[in-house]
């Protein structure tokens, strides 16, 4: 398996409040991305980074920001979390953003906002 | 835009055979992905395929691809109780970073 790591598991916090959610990767690869799931929406991608300090928007990317000051860690941040980013959080990674460089997945984070 | 989709639930007994099938839009996809999501898991890849291809076999997995159709489907053999989770289809184009994936297709195996 893939060594990625994402903190914490689990979270719950209230409206309003600063949220940042850690990816840890063992694997010393230079694309790292963080994913939402939520029912019938598969994945949505967040934010993306290709390299330290480089990073770019996905889909969803409203209310989201991200920061890559290593290699081994990307950062997701709630500036203020509002009840519509209750979701679960993926962290992916691959070697290559091109050519047949598949994502690897973390465990994921629950995160609710009550 | 580019889309994928997948049904979203299948139900077989123990045993039989399970065929997930993905329809996806981008006539440009290169890579093909089946990945597997066990329930408080992540996404584990299963399997790929490459747009120059009909079909892989992979032990159990059988991936057959309808470039025509833009039709992908993953047959599991012998379906055992601990295939039971989400099933993933997801795309990817020549040059392109983003990896676009269905809503996933929940497997229930009966015993």
């Known amino acids: 398996d893939a060594g990625i790591t994402q903190s914490p598991r689990h979270k719950v916090t209230e409206t309003g409040t600063p949220v940042t959610l850690r990816c840890h990767q063992t694997?010393?690869?230079?694309?790292m991305y963080w994913y939402r799931q939520d029912p019938g929406h598969g994945l949505r991608l967040i934010h993306y980074s290709y390299g330290v300090k480089d990073t770019d928007k996905g889909e969803v990317s409203d209310g989201y920001s991200v920061s890559r000051s290593k290699t081994e860690d990307f950062l997701l941040t709630l500036e203020s979390a509002t009840s519509s980013q209750t979701s679960v959080y993926f962290c992916?990674?691959?070697?290559?953003?091109?050519?047949?460089?598949?994502?690897?997945f973390g465990d994921g984070t629950r995160l609710s906002i009550l | 835009g580019e889309d994928v989709e997948q049904s979203l639930f299948l139900s077989v007994r123990e045993g039989d055979s399970s065929v997930i099938n993905c329809t996806y839009t981008?006539?440009?996809?290169?890579?093909l992905y089946w990945y597997k999501q066990e329930p408080g898991a992540g996404l584990q890849l299963l399997t790929y395929i490459f747009s120059n291809m009909d079909m892989k076999q992979d032990q159990r997995l059988t991936v057959l691809l309808n470039k025509k159709d833009k039709h992908l489907s993953l047959r599991i053999a012998d379906t055992q109780t601990g295939d039971s989770a989400i099933y993933f289809c997801?795309?990817?184009?020549?040059?392109?970073?983003?990896?676009?994936f269905g809503a996933g297709t929940r497997l229930f195996v009966k015993a």
């Open positions: 992916a990674i691959s070697s290559a953003g091109t050519g047949n460089q598949p994502q690897h």
């Open positions: 694997e010393n690869h230079r694309y």
């Open positions: 981008d006539s440009s996809s290169t890579y």
């Open positions: 997801a795309e990817r184009n020549t040059g392109g970073f983003k990896t676009i």
